[in-house]
């Protein structure tokens, strides 16, 4: 059975930081690339941060570049971003997903029931 289960959200002050985690099970989490997106009330879901299968390469939306950091450790199937300077616009649900492009390119997906981080004073 396939999981992603999110952890470390919650409230912060402007300013401040929080580190994500995604724990996965149920698949060959070294295989896939790995992303956090975010959805903020009355928005659609966008994505933060993609990194790849052996961490080599990540990348960022424009708003929280310099400010947050995804990483990876495939040895613990786990998946971190780390969140500094945060504000209030960073406020969201933050979601876990797993995705893998096989070579007939079908799509294969996961995601991760979200956790909330909430960014006021």
């Known amino acids: 059975q396939v999981q992603l289960v999110e952890s470390g959200g919650g409230l912060v002050q402007p300013g401040g930081s929080l580190r994500l985690s995604c724990a996965a099970s149920?698949?060959?989490?070294?295989?896939?690339?790995m992303r956090w997106y975010r959805q903020a009330p009355g928005k659609e879901r966008e994505l933060v941060a993609g990194i790849s299968s052996a961490g080599g390469i990540t990348n960022y939306a424009d708003s929280v570049k310099g400010r947050f950091t995804i990483s990876r450790d495939n040895a613990k199937n786990t998946v971190y971003l780390q969140m500094n300077s945060l504000k209030p616009e960073d406020t969201a649900v933050y979601y876990c997903n797993a995705r893998k492009t096989w070579v007939d390119s079908t799509i294969r997906e996961y995601w991760g029931q979200g956790t909330q981080v909430s960014v006021s004073s």
């Open positions: 149920g698949f060959t989490f070294s295989t896939y690339a």
